[in-house]
């Protein structure tokens, strides 16, 4: 019998790639081969930015079509969305296939939950499987919960669409000892028009009606930072925090070269005095300002400069 061969697909953005890696990696150290499956865009951004030396046996790369063409704008987060459930099901089906042909076929799936249209099609295909969350616990427990939410009247998905004013203080609790979440601040509730929520929320209640397939959804997470949460969703089950970016001699997944133009500018500064901030990749998408974390890091500047 040959090792256990798990095919592993990202959501197509730069944290969701990079975090996936680095479980992938912890997989191959437990003796797993895994393949991991990109976009022929953000396949070709990683192979370009990734060094020879840092490919490993037991982690292949592989690409299939995002139904995206080469002039297209990959951060029209709606023309996205549509494009991969229109045209990666089948050529995701068909990697599948071509494995069963081979003397290591694939025997189960780890699969971002924002792709959660894999999970159907590796059920179809007889594959066990897990999703996989790169972010707080809490935020994907409030997804899963949108249906309870909509029936117990605090969310009202007719509003989720037209954009009707949220009250500035409306916030909710999912369970004893959760923090308090602003409907405000849901993913979708951020987007700036109509077509684009809709899109977006209809999104996530497809991928998490699919979540049923699943033995249980990985979380970048830990207990001792959400432990109600996870009382709350048992399914959910943390392995976090990933420490990403610290194995030099393994694919990490970054769409570009490392650039080191940085280091003179940090060596000007004692250690401990700088704090990296990263911004979600979908606001990069929505092309929004960041002003919350800045807000908070100038009360600990003492005098010092705040780039952003």
Request: some cysteine.
């Amino acid at each position: 019998m040959g090792l256990p061969h798990v095919l592993a697909m990202p959501f197509p953005a730069q944290g969701h790639v990079i975090s996936l890696m680095e479980l992938c990696h912890c997989l191959v150290d437990h003796g797993f081969k895994v393949t991991f499956v990109n976009t022929e865009f953000n396949h070709k951004c990683i192979i370009v930015a990734l060094s020879a030396e840092r490919t490993v046996p037991q982690l292949a790369l592989v690409s299939v079509p995002d139904g995206l063409g080469e002039g297209d704008d990959r951060n029209d987060l709606v023309r996205q969305t549509e494009a991969l459930q229109n045209t990666m099901p089948r050529r995701f089906e068909e990697l599948i296939e071509k494995s069963n042909e081979t003397r290591e076929p694939m025997t189960c799936m780890l699969v971002d939950e924002g792709m959660g249209w894999a999970l159907e099609v590796g059920r179809k295909k007889g594959l066990r499987s897990a999703a996989f969350w790169l972010a707080a616990a809490l935020m994907l427990a409030a997804i899963m919960s949108i249906t309870e939410l909509i029936s117990r009247g605090v969310l009202d998905e007719h509003a989720i669409f037209t954009g009707a004013p949220i009250p500035e203080h409306e916030t909710f609790q999912l369970g004893p000892g959760m923090p308090f979440i602003d409907a405000a601040h849901l993913m979708w509730n951020i987007l700036g028009d109509e077509r684009s929520r809709e899109t977006v929320f209809n999104y996530f209640l497809n991928n998490i009606r699919v979540l049923d397939v699943v033995d249980f959804i990985i979380c970048n997470s830990f207990k001792e930072l959400e432990e109600p949460t996870f009382s709350y969703a048992l399914k959910i089950l943390p392995i976090g925090p990933l420490p990403t970016g610290l194995r030099p001699s393994r694919a990490v997944g970054y769409f570009w070269p490392e650039d080191a133009a940085c280091l003179s500018w940090l060596d000007e500064h004692p250690p401990g005095s700088v704090v990296y901030v990263a911004a979600l990749p979908l606001l990069a998408i929505l092309r929004r300002p960041v002003y919350e974390p800045e807000l908070h890091l100038r009360p600990l500047e003492g005098g010092s400069e705040l780039d952003t």
